[in-house]
């Protein structure tokens, strides 16, 4: 009985020809039987969002490792968008620049690792951006980290468009039945809706500042806060 690492071998009659002869049928040892690569990569690390603009996004995130011998073959980025998840690309490496995205719109990426077997690791943290649509500044948020009862969102970045600001806004929608704790800048909440404002608002063109929240939710409640959209006078 063959297994996954029991070496076989037999004689097998080998006629090998080319356009020009034909060589004489010889006997070739093959040895069968080699492991198979049924360990997944590593999971990769929280991806960090730049350069937004209306129509693209550059994202980065920690590199993951393989341990199953077919080696780390690259990553593919999805949209969280539900039931359906859609995939934004495929590179090699640990970062990958979007194009093609829809103006003043809100996307939530993760990243999973791929080996060459096919394997693929766990989902990684989502981060959330939002896309420019000619508004004064714009904000990207990232999950630093989350358990069954809570989260940490931090950094919020909020970056200037190509003019100065002296003020910003930004609001994203709370689920249900969840509560904020938050820094660096002044909440307000009204039903679901969360506002966090600036303390000092001055920012130069392209220069960013940034706040964070944790948050608490009902045990297995896995929701988190979105829709962030920033606006500045």
């Known amino acids: ?49 730049s350069n937004v603009t209306s129509s693209g996004a550059t994202l980065s995130w920690g590199p993951s490792t393989d341990t199953g011998g077919s080696g780390l073959a690259g990553y593919n980025v999805y949209r969280e968008q539900g039931a359906t998840d859609p995939q934004l690309g495929s590179p090699t490496t640990n970062s990958i620049t979007l ?17 060459g077997a096919g394997n693929l690791s766990g ?20 999950t630093q980290s989350q358990w069954s009862t809570g989260y940490v969102i931090q950094p919020v970045t909020v970056t200037a468009g190509s003019s100065a600001i002296s003020s910003w806004t930004v609001t994203f929608n709370l689920p249900a039945g969840h509560t ?4 660096n800048a002044i909440f307000t909440q009204s039903g679901q809706t969360v506002t966090a404002k600036s303390h000092n608002g001055n920012l130069g063109p392209g220069a960013s500042a940034t706040f964070g929240f944790q948050g608490s939710r009902p045990n297995g409640n896995a929701s988190l806060p979105s829709g962030y959209t920033c606006s500045s006078p």
């Open 99 to 115: 194009t093609g995205l829809t103006a003043n719109t809100q996307y939530q990426v993760y990243v999973r690792a791929r080996d």
């Open 123 to 142: 989902n990684s943290a989502l981060v959330t951006f939002t896309t420019t649509g000619g508004g004064a500044c714009t904000v990207v948020a990232t």
């Open 180 to 183: 904020i704790a938050g820094w």
């Open 1 to 49: 009985m063959l297994t996954g690492t029991t070496p076989l071998s037999l004689p097998l009659e080998v006629a090998m020809a080319t356009s020009h002869s034909r060589l004489r049928a010889g006997t070739l040892v093959a040895v069968l039987g080699t492991s198979t690569d049924m360990t997944p990569p590593t999971t990769p690390g929280t991806p960090t969002a």
